[in-house]
């Protein structure tokens, strides 16, 4: 069964740093998200990304938040100065034409000191 | 704005006995409805979902839900739980419009005792 394959699976990352989350959607699939939940909490989401470019944006995704799919194949986001209430588990998620099932990837944990 | 509530924080549940998880949700009209489960430290794996058709779900691992649009509800169920049931549940709905982004519950976290 095809997957959503997320890279690093955990980053440790200083404080003011920037990081990039990586991630390679199914291929057939034309949306996708980032979803993320702060240990304990609930999963929450960030950004939808269509057409290569942004289609809905959460309050959390400010100006430090960006996305790009660089190739074709891979889905990227990145937090230009890290916070360290940035620490969460951060999803990857994408869904084919008929928008009937989310694929979600197994998580990159961000960890931030 | 479309919201998700899962009223039961944590459930202990002995192992062969039945369980239920509750779930309602907010929202102008029927959401397309979800529950995901996710172990310690894991991903969040689709149990079941529902678009439309029967309110009765059947998805993986014997679990079922019920669609109940009365009570804009969307129970979880499973007759006989086992020990690698215990891990975190979440509720989840999206707008049948749009770009279709989940809004989840806070969660049931579901202990299984011997």
């Known amino acids: 069964e095809p997957e959503v394959t997320q890279t690093p699976s955990h980053q440790v990352t200083q404080m003011g740093q920037e990081v990039i989350l990586r991630c390679v959607p199914i291929?057939?699939?034309?949306?996708f998200y980032w979803y993320r939940q702060i240990l304990g909490q609930k999963v929450e989401f960030l950004v939808s990304?269509?057409?290569?470019?942004?289609?809905?944006k959460s309050e959390i995704f400010d100006d430090q938040f960006s996305v790009e799919r660089p190739d074709g194949s891979n889905f990227t986001l990145k937090i230009r100065s890290t916070k360290l209430e940035d620490s969460a588990m951060y999803f990857c998620?994408?869904?084919?034409?008929?928008?009937?099932?989310?694929?979600f990837g197994s998580g990159t944990r961000l960890t931030v000191v | 704005a479309q919201s998700v509530t899962q009223p039961d924080i944590h459930i202990t549940v002995s192992e062969g006995a039945s369980l239920e998880l509750r779930c309602n949700y907010s929202?102008?009209?029927?959401?397309?409805l979800f529950w995901y489960v996710q172990s310690p430290g894991q991903g969040l794996q689709l149990l079941l979902k529902?678009?439309?058709?029967?309110?009765l779900v059947q998805g993986i691992k014997g679990f079922e839900a019920e669609f109940k649009r009365s009570q804009s509800s969307f129970n979880l169920r499973k007759p006989s739980v086992h020990w690698s049931d215990a891990a975190e549940y979440f509720c989840?709905?999206?707008?049948?419009?749009?770009?279709?982004?989940?809004?989840f519950g806070a969660g049931t976290t579901v202990t299984v005792r011997a």
């Open positions: 998620a994408s869904l084919p034409v008929g928008k009937r099932g989310y694929t």
């Open positions: 291929s057939n699939h034309l949306y």
């Open positions: 990304f269509y057409n290569n470019e942004i289609s809905e």
């Open positions: 929202y102008g009209a029927t959401p397309y």
């Open positions: 529902y678009f439309s058709g029967d309110t």
């Open positions: 989840a709905v999206a707008s049948r419009g749009g770009d279709y982004k989940l809004s």
